[in-house]
């Protein structure tokens, strides 16, 4: 035993005193952190749009300058709601998160029913002056003043020499200059390049799609068209949009001789469901945010288990590759027998493994700190629900049955092989048999106790991944105990095997072996 835990203490330093281990998993971290750094900068760095109108129907300038009114107090809400999280007060964030989640629910049941209607009431309320002023109690007493976002879209000229009267198709033809970027436009004589084009055609009505009408057929330029090379920012055409149909309904309220403020009132109507869980505690069944976030969270464990898992083994192949072809194991096995020196490399890189989840924990936790803003405070609650829920002694046992399992299966791979090259060829298939749980994560979630994932759980090269992607569900104990007894078995069985082939394969030269050899390998006694 004092063989094994020297041979670890070597495997372990032997990787921790390198500047390559601490800039491996130091990158994850830092590329998680640039990611949520870069969202932020990205978004407020996005540059003022411009956009010209051109309404020859005559009825649907005003709903377009709405549409961009309320865009822009779409941001300043959001914006706000951000400015909320990220300086409310300590105290009382559960209740004040169950408050803004109700409060959520309701304006998204709003927007959803008629979105025009919900931003008018935000903004007949008093808009972001009577939010500051609700909000003033909840927000800590050195929080600096709220910055109001500019505007996104604003409306230019038409460029001089341009017929707003002429047929779309000159129009579109005459500014397509300047839609891709060849001419610029002059906002306030400084040159600005157009965003998009808003065209509506005088006879625009003839468009208009009710009941039992059929649509037109895909391709055909009909309704409002909106010109602009950037296909992927949909905020734009989809306010406008918003806005022009709800301009529509009002005149066909009006039409049909129907109060519109009363058919508004009727739609925002709502019956709040309350979603309860019977499983917990009396006069605790009713879910919380915590709770959604403990549904989900062992999708974040497995995706940490299988970094950290791949991580691991690959030093442990590599590591035993290099030894083996450096002749630096046959002087260890001089020393050690090859039982003991196994088990000091599966004992030493699981320390290893170990230390790479403490510094990406760690350098989580000091990111949190120094960068405060929305998303970093999301990501802090969601981290205490994780670390303070009961999936912790799940993700502990599955993470070091799943590195015994897998860990036990690449070090006999590695010591069959002579270099990386024929380790790759190898590896690849245990590669993919691990990339089959994580594909199926979303389903699980959804549907943790389904009979193919019931079945697919007694799998044991599945069973770490599938077990700990049911655990927030309260899988049948059948399933907890049956799965468990199968994987202990086959890591029993996976490292007596690979015990074996490490004995004769550890000082082998040339070629991997073939299956038949393989066998001949298992069957020989020792």
């Known amino acids: 035993m004092n063989m094994i835990r020297l041979i670890a203490m070597r495997e372990y330093l032997e990787h921790v005193k390198t500047k390559g281990f601490w800039l ?73 998160a169950a408050n803004a989640e109700n409060a959520a629910d309701q304006f998204i049941d709003d927007v959803d029913a008629d979105q025009v209607a919900a931003l008018d009431e935000w903004i007949n309320s008093g808009g972001l002056d009577y939010a500051l002023l609700m909000a003033g109690p909840y927000l800590d007493a050195d929080a600096p003043p709220f910055e109001r976002p500019d505007s996104l879209f604003v409306a230019a000229d038409l460029p001089d020499g341009i017929d707003a009267t002429a047929d779309p198709e000159t129009i579109v033809s005459q500014l397509r200059p300047y839609l891709t970027g060849q001419q610029q436009i002059l906002v306030d004589n400084n040159p600005r390049d157009l965003f998009a084009l808003i065209l509506i055609p005088a006879e625009v009505d003839q468009d208009i799609t009710r009941p039992g009408t059929m649509p037109e057929a895909p391709g055909n330029l009909s309704g409002v068209q909106y010109w602009a090379r950037n296909l992927t920012d949909s905020r734009l055409p989809d306010a406008i949009s918003s806005s022009i149909n709800s301009a529509i309904r009002q005149q066909e309220y009006q039409s049909l001789g129907l109060d519109s403020q009363a058919v508004r009132n009727v ?83 699981g320390l290893t493994g ?25 990501i802090s609650s ?74 697919l759980s007694y799998f044991p090269l599945f069973t770490p991944y599938l077990m700990m992607n049911r655990a927030a569900a309260n899988p049948p104990m059948l399933d907890v105990v049956g799965t468990t007894v199968v994987l202990l078995l086959s890591i029993a069985l996976i490292l007596w095997g690979s015990g074996k082939v490490f004995r004769q394969g550890v000082l082998r030269t040339g070629q991997p072996p073939r299956l038949m050899e393989l066998w001949r390998i298992l069957r020989v006694k020792s």
């Open 24 to 96: 491996t998993i130091l990158i994850f971290p830092l590329v998680i952190g640039g990611m949520i750094f870069l969202q932020s900068a990205l978004e407020e760095a996005t540059p003022v749009r411009y956009y010209v109108l051109v309404d020859q129907s005559g009825q649907y300038e005003d709903a377009v300058a709405t549409a961009i009114g309320r865009e822009h107090q779409r941001r300043i809400l959001q914006a706000f709601v951000d400015y909320l999280l990220e300086h409310r007060k300590e105290t009382d964030l559960e209740a004040t």
């Open 267 to 349: 739609q925002r109507t709502r019956l709040p469901m309350s979603r309860l869980d019977p499983s917990a505690a009396a006069g605790e069944e009713t879910v919380s945010m915590a709770d959604t976030i403990r549904q989900y969270a062992p999708m974040a464990f497995v995706y940490l288990m299988f970094v950290s898992l791949m991580q691991n083994v690959q030093y442990l192949l590599s590591n035993t590759i290099e030894e083996k072809s450096n002749r630096i194991i046959e002087v260890l096995l001089a020393s050690v027998t090859a039982d003991e020196l196994m088990m000091g490399k599966l004992f030493g890189i």
């Open 354 to 378: 170990l230390t790479t989840i403490a510094v990406w924990l760690l350098s989580l936790f000091a990111f949190i700190s120094f960068y405060d803003n929305a998303t970093t405070e999301f």
């Open 382 to 455: 969601v981290l205490d629900v994780m670390l303070g829920s009961e999936l912790i002694p799940w993700f502990v046992f599955y993470y070091f049955a799943g590195y015994a399992l897998y860990s036990g299966m690449f070090l006999a791979i590695g010591s069959l092989c002579t270099s990386l090259k024929e380790a790759q060829a190898m590896m690849m298939p245990m590669i993919l048999i691990q990339v089959v749980p994580l594909a199926m994560m979303a389903f699980v979630i959804m549907d943790p106790n389904n009979g193919i994932v019931r079945v």
